[in-house]
C-alpha cells in the first residue's frame, strides 16, 4: 500500500514500522490494545469498537502476517483464542441454569439451526455460492465471551439474562466451529455420498475426542487439586499449560475440535464442587483483557481499504437482515413454550454482537479453500484417465469457491464493527427500556443491617435508588422488610453470595457487619463486581491508619476504602444512633448551603451519601467533593438540630440490629 505523504521523514517512520521485528510488533499490540480498553472504558464506548478501528488502521501500515509469517500467525490466534474460551467456560456454573435450563438448551440448537438456515439463505441470495453460504452460516451464528463479556460489565443485567448471553455466547462459540468445520469437509470431499460419510465421521470423531481429551485432563486436575499436589503458585499457570495442550493436541487428531475440548473442560472444572479455582479464575482473567485487545487489533490489520469498499453494499444489507430478521426470528422461535419472560426475550432478540471466534475461524476457511483447491491439483497431475480429469474439475470448482470466500473477511469484518457498535451501544437504553439493566448502575448493596441502614435505604429508595441489604440472620432483616426494601438472607461470604447474588442495578458495594474481618474480605471479593473504587467497608474498630507504622497499620491490599465522611465505625455509628441521632435527608441550596450545614453540625455529622442529580447517588468518602449550594446530602445528624425545613425527611432511626 501507498505510504499516504510525501514527507521523507513520515515515509522513513511508514518504512521503519514495516519492518519492525517482531518482540518490538507483540510490544507495540499490546500497548495499544491496553490504551484502547482504558480509554474505551473512560468513555464508556465498547472496547471491541475502538480496537477495531485501530487495529485496521494500524494495519494499514504493518501487518502481524508479514511480521510474523502466516503459520505462526494462525496458529498464535487459535491458541489465544482457545485460552478465551477456556477461562469463559470455568466461569458458567450449572447452578445458574436453575429455571433456565431449557431455554439455555434452546438459545444453543433451535435458535443456532434457525440462525444458520437463514443466514445461510441471506448469503445465497446476496450472491455467494451455495457452499460459501452454508460456511458464511456456520461462521456468523456465533457471539462468544469477547464481545458479550464487556457489554455485560458495562450493563450488570438481571441474573437471568446474564446467565442465558454468558452461556449462549460460550456454548455456541465451539458450535459454530465445528459447523463450519463440517460444511468445509462437505465442500471438499465432493461427491454427495462421500460427503455425507465424511461429515459423519468428522462430527463423530471431533465429539469423541474433545470428550476424552476433556474428560481425562479435568479428571487429573482435579485429583492433584484435591491432594494438594499443584502448590498456590501453580494454579494458575498448570491449568493454562493443561488448556493450551488440549487445545493443540485435539487438533492435532481433528482440525478445529480443539475450542469444543476446552470449553469442555472449562466447564467440567468449574463446576466441581469444593474445587477452588479463584486463584485460576484471577490469572486468566488479566490474560484474556490482554488477548482480546491483541486478537482484534491483529486481526482487523488483515483487512485492507479495497477489500471493505469491495463488500460494503453488500455487507449493509447482510447486516440489516442479521439485526432485523435473523435474531429476533430465531430467538423468539427458539424460546417459544420456554420460561423465558418477553421482556427477556426482547432484550436477547436485541442483542448478537459477533466476536473474535468469527473473524478467526473465516480467515482460516477462507485460506482453506485455496489450500484444498492446491492439494487436488498436485493430486491430479499425478493421476491419469477419468481420475486426472475429476480431479481438475473439482480442483478448478474448489478455486473458484475460493475466490468468493475471500470476500468472507472483508464482510465478516464489517459485520463485527457494525454489530458491535449497534448491540454495544444501543442496547444500554434498550436494557434500561425493559428494566432488565442499567447502563450507569447508581444502586447500593449493604452487606449487614442495623437501624440506621435500614433508614439510609428508606432514603435512598425514596430518591429512586436501588437498594439491597444481605444479612445472614433472617430476624435482623425483618425492619428492612417491613419497611418494603429489598433483602437477600445469606452470608455475605458464602458461594451464593459470591457468585450467585442478583446483583443488577448496583454499583456499590458497603460491608457493615458485626465483624472487620468479614467486612474486609467481603469488600476484597466484591471489588472484582464493582470496582476498587466503588467498594467500601465501614471502619475498623481501632484501627490506625497512614501513621507510617508498618506494624499498626492495616495493610491497604486487606482493606477496602473507609465509607462515610467521616469514616466511623460500626460501634460509632449505633453510639451516635443511640444518643439521639438520626439519617435525614438534607436539601442544599441558596437558603441553606453546605457551609451553613457545617456551621448547624459542625464535626456530629456524619455524611453517608451525595445526590447530585435525580437518580443518582455518590457514596461519601473522604476524598468525596461535597457540593455547595445544590444537590442533597443524606447524613446522620443530630435529631434536635435538623433544619426546619426538612421536617419530613428525618428517619426515625432505630435500635441496632445483629
Known amino acids: 500500500m501507498p505510504v499516504p505523504t510525501t514527507s521523507p521523514l513520515a515515509t522513513g517512520v511508514f518504512d521503519a514500522l514495516r519492518q519492525m521485528p517482531p518482540a518490538a510488533y507483540f510490544a507495540m499490540v499490546l500497548a495499544v490494545s491496553v490504551l484502547c480498553q482504558w480509554i474505551a472504558w473512560r468513555l464508556r464506548i465498547p472496547s471491541i469498537l475502538l480496537l477495531l478501528v485501530v487495529g485496521f488502521g494500524i494495519g494499514q501500515v504493518v501487518s502481524g502476517e508479514d511480521v510474523l509469517g502466516h503459520d505462526i500467525l494462525f496458529d498464535g490466534v487459535s491458541l489465544l483464542v482457545g485460552i478465551i474460551l477456556f477461562e469463559g467456560s470455568m466461569s458458567l456454573r450449572v447452578k445458574q441454569l436453575t429455571g433456565l435450563g431449557k431455554p439455555v438448551r434452546r438459545l444453543c440448537s433451535v435458535t443456532v439451526l434457525l440462525a444458520w438456515t437463514m443466514i445461510t439463505v441471506t448469503a445465497w441470495a446476496l450472491g455467494f455460492d451455495l457452499r460459501v453460504a452454508l460456511l458464511i452460516g456456520a461462521i456468523l451464528v456465533v457471539t462468544g465471551p469477547t464481545v458479550i463479556n464487556p457489554i455485560l460489565r458495562s450493563l450488570r443485567p438481571t441474573r437471568r439474562v446474564s446467565s442465558l448471553l454468558r452461556w449462549e455466547g460460550i456454548v455456541v462459540d465451539p458450535i459454530g466451529a465445528v459447523l463450519a468445520l463440517l460444511v468445509f469437509q462437505a465442500v471438499a470431499a465432493g461427491e454427495p455420498g462421500l460427503a455425507f460419510t465424511s461429515v459423519?465421521?468428522?462430527?463423530?470423531?471431533?465429539?469423541?475426542?474433545?470428550?476424552?481429551?476433556?474428560?481425562?485432563?479435568?479428571?487429573?486436575?482435579?485429583?492433584?487439586?484435591?491432594?494438594?499436589?499443584?502448590?498456590?503458585?501453580?494454579?494458575?499457570?498448570?491449568?493454562?499449560?493443561?488448556?493450551?495442550?488440549?487445545?493443540?493436541?485435539?487438533?492435532?487428531?481433528?482440525?478445529?475440535?480443539?475450542?469444543?475440548?476446552?470449553?469442555?473442560?472449562?466447564?467440567?472444572?468449574?463446576?466441581?464442587?469444593?474445587?477452588?479455582?479463584?486463584?485460576?479464575?484471577?490469572?486468566?482473567?488479566?490474560?484474556?483483557?490482554?488477548?482480546?485487545?491483541?486478537?482484534?487489533?491483529?486481526?482487523?490489520?488483515?483487512?485492507?481499504?479495497?477489500?471493505?469498499?469491495?463488500?460494503?453494499?453488500?455487507?449493509?444489507?447482510?447486516?440489516?437482515?442479521?439485526?432485523?430478521?435473523?435474531?429476533?426470528?430465531?430467538?423468539?422461535?427458539?424460546?417459544?413454550?420456554?420460561?423465558?419472560?418477553?421482556?427477556?426475550?426482547?432484550?436477547?432478540?436485541?442483542?448478537?454482537?459477533?466476536?473474535?471466534?468469527?473473524?478467526?475461524?473465516?480467515s482460516i476457511f477462507a485460506l482453506g479453500f485455496g489450500q484444498a483447491a492446491g492439494t487436488l491439483s498436485?493430486?491430479?497431475?499425478?493421476?491419469?484417465?477419468?481420475?486426472?480429469?475429476?480431479?481438475?474439475?473439482?480442483?478448478?470448482?474448489?478455486?473458484?469457491?475460493?475466490?468468493?470466500?475471500?470476500?468472507?473477511?472483508?464482510?465478516?469484518?464489517?459485520?463485527?464493527?457494525?454489530?458491535?457498535?449497534?448491540?454495544?451501544?444501543?442496547?444500554?437504553?434498550?436494557?434500561?427500556?425493559?428494566?432488565?439493566?442499567?447502563?450507569?448502575?447508581?444502586?447500593?448493596?449493604?452487606?449487614?443491617?442495623?437501624?440506621?441502614?435500614?433508614?439510609?435505604?428508606?432514603?435512598?429508595?425514596?430518591?429512586?435508588?436501588?437498594?439491597?441489604?444481605?444479612?445472614?440472620?433472617?430476624?435482623?432483616?425483618?425492619?428492612?422488610?417491613?419497611?418494603?426494601?429489598?433483602?437477600?438472607?445469606?452470608?455475605?461470604?458464602?458461594?451464593?453470595?459470591?457468585?450467585?447474588?442478583?446483583?443488577?442495578?448496583?454499583?456499590?458495594?458497603?460491608?457493615?457487619?458485626?465483624?472487620?474481618?468479614?467486612?474486609?474480605?467481603?469488600?476484597?471479593?466484591?471489588?472484582?463486581?464493582?470496582?476498587?473504587?466503588?467498594?467500601?467497608?465501614?471502619?475498623?474498630?481501632?484501627?490506625?491508619?497512614?501513621?507510617?507504622?508498618?506494624?499498626?497499620?492495616?495493610?491497604?491490599?486487606?482493606?477496602?476504602?473507609?465509607?462515610?465522611?467521616?469514616?466511623?465505625?460500626?460501634?460509632?455509628?449505633?453510639?451516635?444512633?443511640?444518643?439521639?441521632?438520626?439519617?435525614?435527608?438534607?436539601?442544599?441550596?441558596?437558603?441553606?448551603?453546605?457551609?451553613?450545614?457545617?456551621t448547624r453540625y459542625g464535626d456530629d455529622a456524619v455524611i453517608l451519601f451525595v445526590q447530585r442529580s435525580p437518580g443518582s447517588v455518590e457514596l461519601a468518602h473522604r476524598r468525596t467533593k461535597l457540593p455547595t449550594d445544590t444537590g442533597t446530602l443524606i447524613a446522620l445528624v443530630p435529631l434536635r438540630d435538623r433544619p426546619s425545613h426538612e421536617p419530613e425527611n428525618v428517619a426515625t432511626g432505630g435500635e441496632p440490629s445483629g
Not at 479428571?219 to 488440549?246: C, K, N, Q, S, W
Not at 466441581?272 to 486468566?284: C, D, G, K, S
Not at 434500561?432 to 448502575?441: D, K, Q
Request: charged share 20%; glycine share 8%; proline share 4%.
Open 200 to 362: 459423519l465421521l468428522v462430527l463423530a470423531k471431533t465429539v469423541v475426542i474433545a470428550v476424552v481429551i476433556a474428560v481425562l485432563l479435568g479428571v487429573t486436575l482435579e485429583m492433584l487439586m484435591r491432594r494438594r499436589a499443584i502448590p498456590d503458585f501453580l494454579h494458575g499457570a498448570i491449568f493454562l499449560a493443561a488448556a493450551v495442550v488440549a487445545l493443540v493436541a485435539s487438533n492435532a487428531l481433528q482440525s478445529e475440535s480443539g475450542l469444543l475440548t476446552v470449553t469442555l473442560l472449562g466447564i467440567y472444572l468449574g463446576n466441581r464442587p469444593a474445587l477452588h479455582l479463584e486463584q485460576v479464575a484471577e490469572f486468566t482473567e488479566h490474560l484474556q483483557v490482554l488477548f482480546v485487545g491483541a486478537l482484534f487489533i491483529v486481526l482487523a490489520g488483515r483487512v485492507t481499504p479495497s477489500e471493505l469498499a469491495a463488500v460494503a453494499p453488500t455487507a449493509l444489507i447482510f447486516v440489516a437482515v442479521l439485526v432485523l430478521v435473523v435474531r429476533p426470528v430465531s430467538v423468539l422461535v427458539g424460546l417459544a413454550g420456554t420460561r423465558v419472560s418477553r421482556r427477556e426475550r426482547t432484550l436477547l432478540a436485541g442483542m448478537a454482537p459477533r466476536g473474535v471466534v468469527a473473524a478467526a475461524v473465516t
Open 378 to 598: 498436485e493430486r491430479a497431475q499425478a493421476a491419469v484417465g477419468p481420475d486426472r480429469d475429476a480431479l481438475l474439475a473439482q480442483s478448478r470448482d474448489l478455486a473458484a469457491l475460493a475466490t468468493q470466500a475471500e470476500r468472507m473477511v472483508p464482510l465478516v469484518f464489517l459485520v463485527i464493527v457494525v454489530t458491535v457498535t449497534i448491540y454495544g451501544i444501543g442496547v444500554n437504553r434498550f436494557a434500561e427500556r425493559l428494566r432488565l439493566a442499567s447502563a450507569n448502575p447508581q444502586g447500593v448493596l449493604f452487606a449487614g443491617v442495623t437501624g440506621w441502614v435500614v433508614d439510609t435505604a428508606v432514603l435512598l429508595r425514596e430518591a429512586d435508588v436501588p437498594v439491597l441489604i444481605v444479612a445472614r440472620n433472617s430476624a435482623t432483616l425483618a425492619p428492612a422488610r417491613r419497611a418494603g426494601l429489598a433483602t437477600v438472607t445469606a452470608n455475605i461470604l458464602s458461594e451464593f453470595a459470591v457468585k450467585d447474588l442478583d446483583v443488577s442495578g448496583l454499583g456499590y458495594f458497603v460491608a457493615c457487619t458485626p465483624e472487620d474481618e468479614v467486612n474486609a474480605t467481603a469488600a476484597r471479593q466484591f471489588a472484582r463486581i464493582f470496582g476498587g473504587a466503588n467498594t467500601f467497608q465501614l471502619h475498623r474498630d481501632g484501627d490506625s491508619v497512614g501513621t507510617g507504622d508498618e506494624r499498626r497499620d492495616t495493610a491497604g491490599h486487606l482493606s477496602a476504602r473507609y465509607a462515610f465522611l467521616p469514616a466511623l465505625s460500626r460501634e460509632e455509628l449505633n453510639r451516635r444512633v443511640e444518643h439521639g441521632m438520626a439519617v435525614t435527608r438534607i436539601d442544599l441550596g441558596p437558603e441553606f448551603t453546605l457551609q451553613d450545614f457545617a
